[in-house]
């Protein structure tokens, strides 16, 4: 009992002292969370409804995970030149255009060409995927070393349940047009971006 006091309290303690951190911690997994389990993993199953097959389906994920892993170190490259706020910020600003129309022609390749939906799908969002993976830097820079792990735990998970978890829902309840997913989408990427720009000027305000 003493040490569920001890928790709740802390975590009182960590809301209160760093809000701004826990908020900014949320915004900045909503792009990836998205692209995720919005994207990704609600797109496969849409893309099974309009009658593609389960082999190009399967094609369609491997490659785009496959293509996630094998930039990690183009990504790992770029965000040692640029810095992990610029690659958020950019790849987040990238979706928010590209993503409507990138999940529009997947969802309008699947009927007229497969092998172009298996492309779109697998090189659209491992690059959105690898780029945003960059959201574990700019998470744990939040906080200090001691709430560390408190205030990363707090941030991300709740706020990839948010966006993440809710996102195939959310997707499939608006499915009844060919434009809504992919605008919750591409909004994800803008919250993210502005998120990131958010964060920037609370460092510079100490």
Same mark, same amino acid.
């Given at each position: 009992?003493?040490?569920?006091?001890?928790?709740?309290?802390?975590?009182?303690?960590?809301?209160?002292?760093?809000?701004?951190?826990?908020?900014?911690?949320?915004?900045?997994?909503?792009?990836?969370?998205?692209?995720?389990?919005?994207?990704?993993?609600?797109?496969?199953?849409?893309?099974?409804?309009?009658?593609?097959?389960?082999?190009?389906?399967?094609?369609?994920?491997?490659?785009?995970?496959?293509?996630?892993?094998?930039?990690?170190?183009?990504?790992?490259?770029?965000?040692?030149?640029?810095?992990?706020?610029?690659?958020?910020?950019?790849?987040? @600003?990238?979706?928010?255009?590209?993503?409507?129309?990138?999940?529009?022609?997947?969802?309008?390749?699947?009927?007229?060409?497969?092998?172009?939906?298996?492309?779109?799908?697998?090189?659209?969002?491992?690059?959105?995927?690898?780029?945003?993976?960059?959201?574990?830097?700019?998470?744990?820079?939040?906080?200090?070393?001691?709430?560390?792990?408190?205030?990363?735990?707090?941030?991300?998970?709740?706020?990839?349940?948010?966006?993440?978890?809710?996102?195939?829902?959310?997707?499939?309840?608006?499915?009844?047009?060919?434009?809504?997913?992919?605008? @919750?989408?591409? @909004?994800?990427?803008?919250?993210?971006?502005?998120?990131?720009?958010?964060?920037?000027?609370?460092?510079?305000?100490?």
């Amino acid at each position: 009992v003493q040490s569920s006091s001890s928790a709740v309290s802390k975590t009182r303690q960590l809301l209160a002292s760093y809000w701004p951190q826990i908020i900014v911690g949320f915004g900045a997994v909503a792009a990836v969370s998205v692209v995720l389990y919005g994207g990704m993993t609600w797109g496969l199953v849409s893309m099974k409804k309009k009658g593609l097959s389960s082999s190009f389906r399967i094609l369609a994920g491997c490659g785009a995970n496959s293509l996630v892993i094998l930039m990690a170190p183009l990504v790992g490259r770029v965000t040692d030149m640029r810095g992990a706020a610029w690659v958020q910020t950019f790849a987040g @600003l990238c979706m928010a255009v590209v993503g409507m129309p990138l999940m529009m022609m997947i969802e309008w390749s699947v009927v007229y060409s497969p092998w172009s939906a298996v492309a779109l799908y697998s090189l659209g969002y491992s690059l959105f995927g690898a780029f945003l993976m960059m959201h574990v830097l700019q998470v744990v820079e939040l906080f200090p070393v001691e709430v560390r792990n408190a205030g990363v735990g707090l941030s991300y998970n709740i706020g990839v349940c948010i966006f993440g978890g809710f996102a195939p829902m959310v997707f499939e309840a608006v499915s009844f047009t060919s434009w809504l997913p992919g605008l @919750l989408l591409a @909004l994800s990427g803008l919250v993210t971006a502005l998120t990131t720009l958010v964060s920037l000027r609370f460092q510079s305000m100490g």
